[in-house]
C-alpha cells in the first residue's frame, strides 16, 4: 500500500443521524484526522444514488486508499451496504481490507436524548474507526483450491453427495469401506418413506440403482474396499491417502456369471448378513450388489485356484495386492454412518450368552433369508422386541447406555413386527417399549396405531433379565408399567403382577446408534470438533450453516452426524453440495482480512493454540507452528491462548485494540467513567446495536470494540486496557452453546472469573470488569448491564491503576 490516504464518508442518513448527531462537527473533525485526505457529507448512501456518488468521488480524488464510513451499523442495519461497498473498492482496484465502519446511528444517535452526549460518543467512535483503519494491513490473499471433493463412505448420503457434485460436472473420489456401495441401507429390505408406508425398495431397486449412476459417472472416481489412512490441511487443501484392499477380481472384466462361487469349495460367514449367514469365499454381497463383480475373502481364500480355471474372463488375480495412492482435495463430506452400542456392559440383556438374541439390523437379514431363528433353524414361535436397547440412559433407565434417543428405532421395530406379522401369523410378537414409542414423521403414528391394532402386544416396561429356562427356551423378565391405557387396549390388566415372564424364542434389541468406531481416526486427522458421544458438530449456528463442520469445507452428512432415515441422509447428503459449490467452481478461496498468524520466533510449540483451535486451523510439525489462513475463522481463540504471545490475530489483535481504547473516550464529558464493552460481533454487538433500534437511553459512557468472538480477549489484554486508563470493562459473548467457535465464550468466562481473583487480591474492585452472555434479543441485559455497570464505577471512582506498564509496553510494541 501507497502512502495512506483516508476517504470519511458521512452519512447523515436522512435526519435518522444527523437530527441526533452533529454531523457538522462529525466532519469538521474528521479533517483534522492523521492521513485524512477526502471527507464527505452524503445525506443517504445506502441509495443506489449514494453509493454512485462515493464511486465518482472514490475515482476523483485519485488520493484515497481507505474508506472510513461513518454512519449505521455494519451488523444489524439491513440496509448497510457493505458487499456493495467493498465491491466498488475492488472495482477501482482498492483492497477491501482498508474498510472501516463507525457506527454513530444504532450505537450513539439513538442511544441518548442529548445531542451533545450523543455527538462525544459518536466523535469518539469516528476515532476509534480511524485508529482501527490505521492499523489495518492487507489480509485477504486468494487460496488456490482443488476442484475435486472426497466423500468418505458410500451409504445413501454419500452416493447422493457424490451424484449431485458429479452431475454438476464436479470430479469425486468416493472411498468406501465395503465391497459394495450403498452401506447400511442396502441390508434393509423395507424402505422408510416418511409420508407414507414402507415399501420394498432398497437391496433389490433404489440402493442398485443409486449406486449404479455413482459408479457409471465419469466423473466419480470409485473405491470400495478402501479407506482414507491419512489426510493433512494444507494450504487449504486436503492431502488424503487413500489405502486400497485388494477385491481379487477386476470389477472391469467381471462379467458376475457365478462360476467362480459355484466351484469355490471354501465358505465363511457373510457380513453383509450380518454374521449369521454363509457365503462362498469368492462371492458377491448380494445379487445385485454394485459393482456388479464378485470379491474374494482374504482370510477364507485357500488360493486352490479353482475359481481361475472356470472364469471365463481371467477376471480373478489372487496374487492381488493393497495399494496405496495419495490425492488432493477441495472439500471433504464425511458420510461415514454409524455403528451400533456395545452392551456387554448391560448385563440384563445377557446378549452374549444366547444366539438367538439378535439385533435390528441381523432380524433384517433374518426376515429376508427366511424367518428361523440362529440356534437351531427353527421358526420362532415367540418373537419379544426390546426398544431402547442402551438408549435414553439415565438415572431412572435400568442400565448404561447413551443418553439420547435413537430416533429411528421405534420406527424400524414396528416396522419389522408389522413384515413379521404379515409373514406368519401364528408367531407371538410382544414389543417392550420403554415409556413411549416415538414414531417421527407424519405419517409413521398413524402406521404405529394400526400395527398396534394388528395385535401386537406393546409392553410399556424394561427388561430386567434374560434367562434360559431347562428346555432350552429363552424367557424375558419385564417390569412393566400399568397404565389406564393398556387395560383399555385389553393388553396387560391391573390384576396381574407388574413383572411379567415372557417367554421367547428369538429376542430382537434395538441397540442404541452411536458414531462409527473407526471414523475417528480420520475425524481427528481433519480436527472436527465432536460432541461428548463423538458425533461431528455441525458449525453454529446451524440455521445458516447446517452439514457444515467447523473446519472449513468439511461436511457432515446422513447418519455420521447422527442417526437418521435414509430418506433424510439423502435429503442431506444433496442439499449440502451447494455450500461447497461456489468454492470447487472458483478453484480459489479467498482468505479473510482477519486471520491468524504465529511468529515462529516466539513460539515455544506448546500446542496450545493447536489444540484450542475449534476449526483445526492450526498445525505443528516438530520445528514450527503454522495457522492456516485459508482454515482460520478468526475467532482469536489462539491470541488469547498463547502463553508467549506468539499468535497474533491479523487485523483484530491486542495492539490495534488498544490503540481503539486509547481514543475511546476522548470526547466523553469529563468525571463520567469510561466503560469499555469488547463485544462479540455476532451476538452481543446486535444486541448492543438493537438496545438503539428498540429505542432504549442509557448513559452514552460507554463505548464499544467489535470483535470476532469474545474469546479473543485474554488476561493479559484486560489488564492493559486498564492500563490506558478506562475505569471499567464489559465483556459481552453469544449466549450460552451459542458461541460461533463453539466454546469461545465460556473459555472468556472462566478466564474473567479467575481474573477476578487477581483483582480482588490487588485490592481492586471486580465490579470493574464483568462477563456476560448477551444475545441479539437480549437488548435490555444489554441496557441494564451498561447501567448498572456505570453505577458502580460511579461509586467506584475513577481506575487507580497507573497507565502503561511493561506489559503493556510488550503488547504495544508487537
Ligand atoms: Fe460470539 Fe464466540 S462468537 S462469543
Known sequence: MDIPGIGVWICDCAGLISDRVDTTLLAEKAQTLENVSLVKRVDILCHSRGLEQLKEELVSSRTVNRILLVGCSPRTSLKFPEERITDIMRSVDLSSDFFEVANVREQAAWLSESRDEATRCALDLMLMAHARLEGVQAGTKQVKIAQKSLVIGAGPAGLQAAKDLAALNQKVTLVERGSYLGGKMCQLPFLFQCEGWPAYCTSLCVGPVHAK???????????????????????????????????????????????????????????????????????????????????????????????????????????????????????????????????????????????????????????????????????????????????????????????????????????QAERLAMANQLVEITIIYYRDIRAYERALENFYRNVRDMGIDFVNGEVLAITGDEDGAMRVKVEAVISEDDELAGEITAEEATILDLEADLIVLAHAQIPERSSAQILKQLGVTCDQFGFPLENQPRIFRPGESFIDRVYVIGSSSGPKVVQHAVEQGGAVVTKALPTLLAGTKGTSKYHSVINVETCSLCRICETICPHGAITIT?????????????????????????????????????????????????????????????????????????????????????????????????????????????????????????????????????????????????????????????????????????????????NPMVSFDRETENLAAM
Open 213 to 415: 449412476d455413482v459408479i457409471l459417472n465419469p466423473n466419480v472416481t470409485v473405491n470400495t474396499r478402501a479407506e482414507v489412512s491419512n489426510i493433512v490441511k494444507k494450504e487449504g487443501n486436503f492431502l488424503t491417502t487413500i489405502k486400497k484392499s485388494p477385491r481379487f477380481v477386476n470389477e472391469d472384466t467381471c462379467i458376475s456369471c457365478g462360476k467362480c462361487a459355484e466351484i469355490c469349495p471354501e465358505s465363511c460367514f457373510s457380513v453383509y448378513n450380518t454374521g449369521l449367514f454363509k457365503r462362498k469365499a469368492i462371492d458377491k454381497d448380494f445379487e445385485r450388489a454394485v459393482p456388479d463383480c464378485y470379491t474374494i475373502v482374504d482370510q477364507a481364500c485357500t488360493r486352490c485356484g479353482d475359481c481361475l480355471e472356470v472364469c471365463p474372463t481371467g477376471a480373478i488375480d489372487i496374487e492381488a495386492e493393497p495399494q496405496t495412492e495419495t490425492d488432493t482435495f477441495g472439500a471433504v463430506f464425511l458420510a461415514t454412518g454409524l455403528d451400533q452400542y456395545d452392551l456387554k456392559d448391560n448385563p440384563e440383556y445377557n446378549a452374549a450368552a444366547f444366539s438367538d438374541v439378535v439385533s435390528s439390523i441381523q432380524f433384517e437379514r433374518i426376515l429376508e433369508n427366511g424367518l428361523k431363528r440362529p440356534s437351531d433353524g427353527k421358526i420362532p414361535e415367540s418373537v419379544v422386541f426390546v426398544q431402547c436397547a442402551g438408549s435414553r440412559a439415565s438415572k431412572e433407565k435400568k442400565g448404561t447406555g447413551v443418553p439420547y434417543c435413537s430416533k429411528t428405532c421405534c420406527s424400524i421395530t414396528v416396522k
Open 622 to 798: 516438530a520445528t514450527e507452528a503454522v495457522s492456516d489462513p485459508a482454515f482460520c475463522q478468526a475467532c482469536g481463540l489462539c491470541q488469547s491462548a498463547c502463553p508467549v504471545h506468539a499468535a497474533r490475530l491479523v487485523n483484530l489483535n491486542d495492539k490495534q485494540i488498544l490503540d481503539q481504547a486509547r481514543v475511546a473516550f476522548s470526547n466523553l464529558a469529563s468525571g463520567e467513567p469510561k466503560l469499555l464493552a469488547l463485544l462479540c460481533y455476532w451476538c452481543s454487538y446486535a444486541g448492543a446495536d438493537l438496545s438503539g433500534v428498540k429505542g432504549f437511553k442509557i448513559p452514552l459512557n460507554f463505548r464499544s470494540i467489535r470483535l470476532r468472538c469474545s474469546s479473543s480477549v485474554s488476561t493479559g489484554l484486560v489488564m492493559a486496557l486498564f492500563k490506558t486508563g478506562v475505569d471499567g470493562i464489559l465483556i459481552a459473548g453469544c449466549p450460552h452453546k451459542s458461541c460461533h467457535h463453539r466454546w469461545g465464550n465460556y473459555l472468556v468466562d472462566k478466564r474473567i472469573a479467575l481474573l477476578k481473583n487477581l483483582f480482588r487480591q490487588l485490592g481492586l474492585s471486580e465490579k470493574r470488569i464483568r462477563f456476560e452472555y448477551i444475545g441479539v434479543p437480549q437488548s435490555e441485559l444489554f441496557v441494564k448491564t451498561i447501567e448498572s455497570m456505570t453505577t458502580s464505577l460511579r461509586q467506584l471512582g475513577p
